[in-house]
């Protein structure tokens, strides 16, 4: 017998099928779960919020604080289109669920640029022609702050290591790789 065959064999006989037929039967009745209430400081702002616990913190961020610097570029942590700082630490956003960051501070996109002040990153991205159509321009930026707050940017080959994550489909990386480089000595 084949070891998935034998995990099923282990559930007793229609409990799988009995919590799979009353989840969809919810989600046709249009059933919801109980929102969750949460804080959570983003650049910088506190703001506490009420949610459905199973939205991603990606659409809390785009779609309830309308924060769309952010994208939503594959929705499975594949392309890095969505890296935003968590704690100062930098993750993929769309797989993650926001309830998991109750009193986190968050920055994204958005939050980087002290006014009219383009952060040294943001600068160094238009110095270094490291974008193309855009679209992960911002996750490529903050994926780069995290990247030199590591301190994983003392070489080309260590930025594109540690860069690694996310994705240019239009193949910038020679500016992105120098942009961070440049950033990284300036801060």
Known sequence: MAAGAATLAAIPSGTALAASSAATTAN????????ARIRLTVNGNSR???????????????????LTGTKKGCNQGACGACTILVDGKRI?????LAVMHDGAE?????????GD?????????????GLQ???????????????????HAHSPEEIRFWMSGN??????????????ADAAGRT
């Open 28 to 35: 046709q009745e249009g059933t919801s779960m109980t929102p």
């Open 48 to 66: 506490e919020l009420e949610l459905d616990p199973r939205q991603s913190l990606l659409d809390v961020l785009r779609e309830t604080l309308d």
């Open 92 to 96: 993929n956003s769309c797989l993650t």
């Open 106 to 114: 968050i920055t994204t996109i958005e939050g980087l640029a002290k």
């Open 117 to 129: 002040e383009l952060h040294p990153l943001q600068a160094a991205f238009i110095e270094h022609d």
């Open 133 to 151: 159509c855009g679209f992960c321009t911002s996750g490529q930026i903050m994926s780069g702050v995290g990247c030199i707050a590591e301190g």
């Open 167 to 180: 994705i240019c489909r239009c193949g910038a990386y020679p500016g992105i790789v120098a942009a961070v």
